[in-house]
T-cell receptor, first 114, second 111 residues
């Protein structure tokens, strides 16, 4: 399995501000998935990021709110913009390597917006 | 649209008991099914991965089965321990490498 480093592990932010979450993988991956887990709920896919192209967003998620960068094959960031208390969630990255079908996740970023 | 359901939503058992967690999915066209464990406020730890062509996988006290045609999987935990207390999530992978998660079963094992 890949070693995944996700930062920060948690943060408390003021409404109206933005937070950038980083996901670093110790090996090259083809796709990076970003998920959100709202309190007491399961995981929902936000977007899929491939290197060199714009991320593909799921229904209900837009680039202006959740911009994603994928500058190389080992790194990606997710920004939560103009935050409101409804954005309080755990955000998780999940890299996928070609030919490896098992999914692995970062440690998660626990975001609280006050 | 794939939907994944987990039953029960919560389970509390005494230490040492064997238990079964259930997962069902609506679309049998899956690549694989994966069981995860999540501790409060933490990320997901992969427990078992079952490919669509497989019937079961075992790891230690855990055994997961898959019946793709009926859209069901079970996670069997033998001789449960307090350290097994966590939320257990199942997820199925379909086209585009998309994972669809169930709502999870919150397990409490009492000493």
């Amino acid at each position: 399995s890949a070693v995944i480093s996700q930062k920060p592990s948690r943060d408390i932010c003021q409404r109206g501000t933005s937070l950038t979450i980083q996901c670093q993988v110790d090996s090259q991956v083809t796709m990076m998935f970003w998920y959100r887990q709202q309190p007491g709920q399961s995981l929902t896919l936000i977007a899929t990021a491939n290197q060199g192209s714009e991320a593909t967003y799921e229904s209900g998620f837009v680039i202006d709110k959740f911009p994603i960068s994928r500058p190389n094959l080992t790194f990606s960031t997710l920004t939560v913009s103009n935050m409101s208390p409804e954005d309080s969630s755990i955000y998780l990255c999940s890299p996928e390597r070609a030919g490896n079908t098992e999914a692995f996740f970062g440690q998660g970023t626990r975001l609280t917006v006050v | 649209k794939q939907e994944v359901t987990q039953i029960p939503a919560a389970l509390s058992v005494p230490e040492g008991e064997n238990l079964v967690l259930n997962c069902s999915f609506t679309d049998s066209a899956i690549y694989n099914l994966q069981w995860f464990r999540q501790d409060p406020g933490k990320g997901l730890t992969s427990l078992l991965l079952i490919q669509s062509s497989q019937r079961e996988q075992t790891s230690g006290r855990l055994n997961a089965s898959l019946d793709k045609s009926s859209g069901r999987s079970t996670l069997y935990i033998a001789a449960s321990q307090p350290g097994d207390s966590a939320t257990y999530l199942c997820a199925v992978k379909t086209s585009g490498s998309r994972l669809t998660f169930g709502e999870g079963t919150q397990l409490t094992v009492n000493p």
